[in-house]
């Protein structure tokens, strides 16, 4: 099945019982037994629930794995991964992570002993040089947030292995149409599914796959336990936004293609950051390891107050945090996503006060980038 039918076909079609075309909302907590300890399928909804099973069926399908897992938020699903490691454990992760990943592991996991180091992992050579006795995982996001660095999967996950740590991918801004990490040696993927496979700026979940029975278990273990799943209203909104994640995700990055474009000759713009450009430096590797480049893209134009004017000026980018939707929006990092940031750190790397990003959507051209135009008449 090509990717396309695979976000409509897999997964669980339907419903068994009715033959109804779409999973119905199982608004339920708990399920009547046939004799005590004698359930027919399902017991209590924290441990399982048909219209989240069919979530969990769609993302374990998509991402190519053998078990997928829902949660009640991206940080949800990454708190629960944390959790498969224990007091005095060390974690490598991506730099520039997402900031609420940032600071879940020095705000919160630090006081519970797990300890953290952020390299620069869009260099393979620097994670060898950070492996010590205790690291037991290697936490990437490609392409990263804000300024669309992007790591070699197969090469880290590589280098990973053969200290025996586990490879984790924050696949939120490839989604699976584009990156697969699991087929490129990647342990466990996981996703803010707020963004692209919900796209319509309605629901907060995440998502995670894995590979392995073993840690499967584990994490259903740790799900079950810590109870941070997703509802099935939830659940049934993302089967829904899931369903067009392939024409979306294709119509994002035609939009962009153009975006960047126009925003590489413009005079005010000092510089773009998007892996489809030939100048970005790992363009060669996100070539190979994503079948599309996605619809993120950053740009420099020198100061907080030129970024603040074009923000003012801009009709059909909409101020917000979060990305991934229908409609275009924007954000400076420096204020917003990243404020979370000690201002030192973002300096160091490189996400400047002139910073904008884009989560470029799905409306006509002509218009996003006349609006952009009118906005940088600086
Ligand atoms: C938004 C985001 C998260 C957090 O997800 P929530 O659903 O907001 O909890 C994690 N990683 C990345 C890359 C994100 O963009």
Redesign the pocket.
């Known amino acids: 099945m090509k990717k396309k039918t695979k976000l409509i076909h897999g997964g669980i079609f339907g419903d068994e019982h009715t033959g109804a075309v779409s999973v119905p909302i199982y608004q339920v907590s708990t399920y009547k037994q046939d004799g005590p300890g004698r359930p027919k399928g399902y017991e209590y909804s924290r441990t399982g629930n048909p219209t989240r099973h069919a979530l969990e069926e769609l993302i374990k399908d998509v991402e190519e794995g053998d078990r997928g897992f829902a949660f009640s ?4 699903a ?1 708190s629960a991964i944390m959790m498969l490691f224990s007091q005095g454990d060390h974690i490598l992760l991506t730099d520039d ?2 900031g ?2 940032f600071r879940l592991m020095t705000k919160v996991l630090n006081r519970f002993g797990l300890e953290a180091t952020f390299i620069d992992t869009s260099n393979l050579g620097n994670i060898e040089k950070e492996i010590k006795g205790n690291t037991k995982a290697l936490f990437l ?1 490609t392409p990263t ?1 804000p300024l669309l660095k992007v790591t070699d999967i197969a090469g880290a996950a590589s280098v990973a292995k053969q200290f025996g740590l586990l490879t984790i991918v ?1 696949n ?2 490839s989604t699976p149409y584009w990156q697969n990490p699991l087929t490129l040696g990647a342990d466990i993927v996981l996703h ?4 692209f496979l919900g796209g319509h700026s309605d629901v ?3 998502l995670a796959a894995v590979n392995d029975k073993i840690i499967g278990d584990k994490l259903h273990f740790i799900q079950n336990s810590t109870g941070g799943v997703l509802g099935p209203q939830d659940s049934w909104l993302l089967l829904r936004g899931m369903k067009t994640l392939g024409i979306r995700m294709e119509e994002h990055e035609q939009n962009t293609k153009e975006i960047v474009k126009f925003l590489e000759r413009h005079k005010h713009v000092l510089k773009v950051y998007y892996p489809g450009l030939k100048h970005h430096p790992n363009h060669e590797i996100a070539k190979r390891q994503a079948r599309g480049f996605g619809s993120m893209v950053s740009f420099d134009v020198g100061s907080e107050e030129k970024a603040e004017e074009v923000l003012r000026r801009l009709n059909y980018f909409t101020l917000a945090e ?2 991934g939707a229908v409609e275009s929006l924007i954000s400076i990092p420096a204020l917003m996503t990243h404020a979370s940031i000690p201002a030192a750190r973002r300096k160091e790397l490189g996400i400047t006060d002139g910073l904008i990003r884009l989560s470029v959507g799905i409306e006509d051209i002509e218009d996003l980038i006349g609006d952009l135009e009118q906005a940088l008449k600086l």
């Open positions: 938020s991206g940080m949800a990454m992570v997402y609420g990943s996001e947030n924050d939120t801004f803010s599914a707020t963004k907060v979940a995440g979060s990305l």
